[in-house]
């Protein structure tokens, strides 16, 4: 069955692991546990969601189609249109894009669409992806039936694969490539020569390349460049580009499930086939509220700011410890703590402070040595909350693993469980 192929890639589910890792501690410390190792803005989503929502109740009672609504597929194409300055005609709302419930499940769905039986000669595929990932590119390119391929994304990379050391054997066997910009977990921001290159890599080995791009509007100084804006230097063909952009951290919308793909129309059209007979087309009042969403720049630039002030806290409270820098995109924390896992255990155990660690988002690599990957020395912190509890978080942090005591008591039991679920 297809979904056994899944079966060897369980064990490395990272929130099942970090339950795993953290099921026999209580969070200590005085104040409430707080969670630093899930991707969800804990922020409210803006009052528009919830008015659209209400507005648009009357359709609940609809089917919605694949490909969305008209008035959503303007809103995105018109924000795609502002935010990379493309040129007119480069996006048909009709032809290059498509809602999605979340992006997770179109970055799933596009290895079923992109991966063949078999590259010539029966090779098995190659799906390659950056090393550390967010899970799902691995998820989806076993099921598809492909060998994941893993490539070193570590700070001598630039925290982004180093595109010449990828052999030409390995490219033309590749059927297609994820690329994370800002990159989940170290917000390294890929530039536009970057982009194009993978594109240009793509077109000649026959390859799709589908740039994760759900961070795209969480940055600290430049709005970082994105595929699209790529293709158009390059003359403007879409041919195996695929975007990803979702609302879950733009807009702090995580529960909305609302996203959409853009790019290749051949693709777009195979991704809504997909949709039609197993997947979930995003309801007509999500997509009502989606586009207001997508309209609205306000509460995007507030979100920023906070994010702008979390970092400035984090800069403050961490000094130069861990390696700390001030990632150009994503609102992640990247710390070399010099052992990832014992790091969170303790500081679940003394202070109630839950991460993840960077282990759980890679896999071992050959260029590591042994058994070791390039995320085993880190922790990843999401710095999700209002500057207050980020202030408060990293103080704790900044207590345990200096080893200084923590301030206040310590030590008292919770019982609540808290299982990570994204
Ligand atoms: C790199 C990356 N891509 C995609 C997603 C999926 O987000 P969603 O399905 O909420 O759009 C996440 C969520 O954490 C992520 O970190």
Same mark, same amino acid.
């Given at each position: 069955?297809?979904?056994? /192929?899944?079966?060897?890639?369980?064990?490395?589910?990272?929130?099942?692991?970090?339950?795993?890792?953290?099921?026999?501690? =209580?969070?200590?410390?005085?104040?409430?546990?707080?969670?630093?190792?899930?991707?969800?803005?804990?922020?409210?989503?803006?009052?528009?969601?919830?008015?659209?929502?209400?507005?648009?109740?009357?359709?609940?009672?609809?089917?919605?189609?694949?490909?969305?609504?008209?008035?959503?597929?303007?809103?995105?194409?018109?924000?795609?249109?502002?935010?990379?300055?493309?040129?007119?005609?480069?996006?048909?709302?009709?032809?290059?894009?498509?809602?999605?419930?979340?992006?997770?499940?179109?970055?799933?769905?596009?290895?079923?669409?992109?991966?063949?039986?078999?590259?010539?000669?029966?090779?098995?595929?190659?799906?390659?992806?950056?090393?550390?990932?967010?899970?799902?590119? &691995?998820?989806?390119?076993?099921?598809?039936? &492909?060998?994941?391929?893993?490539?070193?994304?570590?700070?001598?990379?630039?925290?982004?694969? #180093?595109?010449?050391?990828?052999?030409?054997?390995?490219? #033309?066997?590749?059927?297609?490539?994820?690329?994370?910009?800002?990159?989940?977990?170290?917000?390294?921001?890929?530039?536009?020569?970057?982009?194009?290159?993978?594109?240009?890599?793509?077109? /000649?080995?026959?390859?799709?390349?589908?740039?994760?791009?759900?961070?795209?509007?969480?940055?600290?100084?430049?709005?970082?460049?994105?595929?699209?804006? &790529?293709?158009?230097?390059?003359?403007?063909?879409? =041919?195996?580009?695929?975007?990803?952009?979702?609302?879950?951290?733009?807009?702090?919308?995580?529960?909305?499930?609302?996203?959409?793909?853009?790019?290749?129309?051949?693709?777009?059209?195979?991704?809504?086939?997909?949709?039609?007979?197993?997947?979930?087309?995003?309801?007509?009042?999500?997509?009502?509220?989606?586009?207001?969403?997508?309209?609205?720049?306000?509460?995007?630039?507030?979100?920023?700011?906070?994010?702008?002030?979390?970092?400035?806290?984090?800069?403050?409270?961490?000094? #130069?410890?861990?390696?700390?820098?001030?990632?150009?995109?994503?609102?992640?924390?990247?710390?070399?703590?010099?052992?990832?896992?014992?790091?969170?255990?303790?500081?679940?155990?003394?202070?109630?402070?839950?991460?993840?660690?960077?282990?759980?988002?890679?896999?071992?690599?050959?260029?590591?040595?042994?058994?070791?990957?390039?995320?085993?020395?880190?922790?990843?912190?999401?710095?999700?909350?209002?500057?207050?509890?980020?202030?408060?978080?990293?103080?704790?942090?900044?207590?345990?693993?200096?080893?200084?005591?923590? &301030?206040?008591?310590?030590?008292?039991?919770?019982?609540?469980?808290?299982?990570?679920?994204?």
């Amino acid at each position: 069955m297809l979904i056994d /192929r899944l079966e060897p890639l369980l064990r490395f589910h990272p929130f099942t692991r970090l339950n795993a890792l953290l099921q026999d501690l =209580t969070p200590g410390g005085s104040g409430a546990p707080l969670l630093f190792s899930v991707g969800e803005p804990q922020n409210a989503p803006p009052p528009i969601l919830h008015t659209e929502l209400d507005r648009h109740a009357g359709s609940w009672s609809r089917y919605p189609p694949a490909v969305g609504t008209p008035d959503f597929r303007a809103a995105v194409g018109e924000w795609l249109m502002r935010r990379y300055r493309l040129p007119a005609g480069l996006i048909d709302p009709d032809r290059h894009l498509l809602p999605a419930a979340g992006s997770r499940e179109a970055l799933f769905m596009i290895a079923l669409s992109a991966v063949p039986e078999a590259r010539g000669n029966g090779v098995r595929p190659a799906v390659l992806m950056p090393n550390p990932f967010y899970h799902v590119y &691995a998820g989806a390119a076993a099921v598809a039936g &492909a060998e994941p391929v893993f490539l070193p994304a570590t700070r001598e990379t630039g925290f982004l694969p #180093d595109l010449d050391a990828l052999d030409r054997d390995l490219l #033309d066997r590749t059927a297609l490539a994820y690329v994370c910009s800002p990159a989940n977990p170290q917000g390294a921001v890929a530039d536009l020569a970057y982009l194009q290159c993978w594109i240009e890599l793509g077109r /000649r080995h026959d390859f799709v390349v589908a740039f994760d791009e759900c961070y795209a509007e969480t940055y600290t100084e430049a709005p970082p460049p994105g595929a699209l804006e &790529a293709c158009a230097a390059l003359g403007g063909d879409l =041919t195996n580009v695929m975007v990803f952009h979702s609302l879950s951290k733009r807009s702090g919308a995580a529960g909305l499930r609302s996203g959409f793909v853009a790019g290749d129309p051949r693709l777009v059209q195979r991704q809504a086939q997909l949709v039609n007979f197993g997947g979930v087309a995003p309801p007509l009042p999500v997509l009502a509220a989606s586009a207001a969403l997508w309209r609205d720049e306000a509460h995007v630039e507030a979100g920023r700011a906070r994010y702008r002030e979390n970092f400035a806290v984090a800069a403050e409270i961490l000094g #130069d410890r861990f390696g700390f820098v001030r990632p150009a995109g994503g609102f992640f924390l990247w710390l070399d703590v010099g052992d990832g896992e014992a790091a969170a255990r303790r500081l679940w155990a003394e202070a109630g402070v839950r991460v993840l660690p960077g282990a759980y988002m890679a896999r071992p690599d050959s260029t590591e040595g042994g058994n070791r990957g390039p995320g085993d020395r880190y922790i990843r912190v999401a710095l999700v909350y209002d500057a207050a509890t980020t202030a408060e978080g990293l103080r704790r942090l900044v207590a345990v693993l200096d080893d200084a005591p923590i &301030a206040a008591e310590g030590g008292s039991a919770h019982t609540v469980a808290f299982g990570d679920k994204a």
